[in-house]
């Protein structure tokens, strides 16, 4: 066997070790939060050793920005799949909502909450989460086919997307589904309305 042929096995286990540990890592932060996530833990839950954990992550800040960016390109895919086969706006606002729920959104949510009062966090954070809003801005602006350089366009899309993160907050400490689907249809009906003539 020469050294090509067992290099490849290595980089296929090696990815899959970085894997592991990422989904370990939203896993931790949306069960257990900030404080209680260590890289001790999450290498456990991912099967690994805290030294396999640490070579592939020497911080746990580093793993956990990495694993944000992992989940969310992920996610991203799957919305804008979602988005293209969304023809009308109820549609296109329902799989906005969805996206700050669940577990990814309460990993995010712990880390914002630990940047907040944490200078070097909040360094790695900042530019990761502009990254995100930006992408997901551009897609719901694709998906609902407005003229982003009509007045009051770009102002609607991102009140479409605080309105969806104030209500995945309130959804984390009761399910207030049966809520957040009847504003998301009113909030269809307003955006239909602002948005007449400004489709692209």
């Known amino acids: 066997m020469t050294h090509l042929d067992t290099r490849a096995p290595q980089q296929d286990r090696s990815r899959a070790t970085r894997a592991r540990l990422l989904e370990a890592a939203i896993d931790c932060l949306a069960e257990l939060g900030w404080t209680q996530s260590t890289v001790a833990v999450i290498a456990e839950r991912a099967g690994v050793s805290r030294g396999a954990a640490q070579h592939h992550f020497p911080t746990r800040e580093a793993l956990f ?16 799949e979602r988005l293209q086969a969304g023809t009308d706006t109820a549609s296109i606002v329902s799989v906005v909502f969805d996206l ?14 630990a940047a907040a009062s944490e200078p070097e966090m909040q360094s790695l954070i900042v ?7 930006r992408q997901v801005h551009r897609l719901v602006v ?59």
Do not use: C, H, Y
């Open 127 to 133: 530019p990761v989460e502009a990254r995100i809003g």
């Open 65 to 80: 920005t990495a694993a944000v960016e992992q989940v969310t390109a992920e996610r991203a895919d799957e919305i804008r």
């Open 142 to 200: 694709t998906a609902l086919g407005v003229d982003e350089s009509r007045p009051g366009v770009r102002e609607t899309v991102q009140a479409t997307l605080d309105l969806a993160r104030g209500l995945g907050l309130a959804n984390l400490l009761t399910d207030d589904s049966a809520r957040r689907r009847r504003i998301a249809t009113q909030w269809a009906a307003i955006i239909d309305d602002t948005l007449v003539g400004a489709r692209a």
């Open 100 to 113: 700050f729920s669940g577990k990814l959104f309460r990993a995010a949510l712990t880390m914002w909450v």
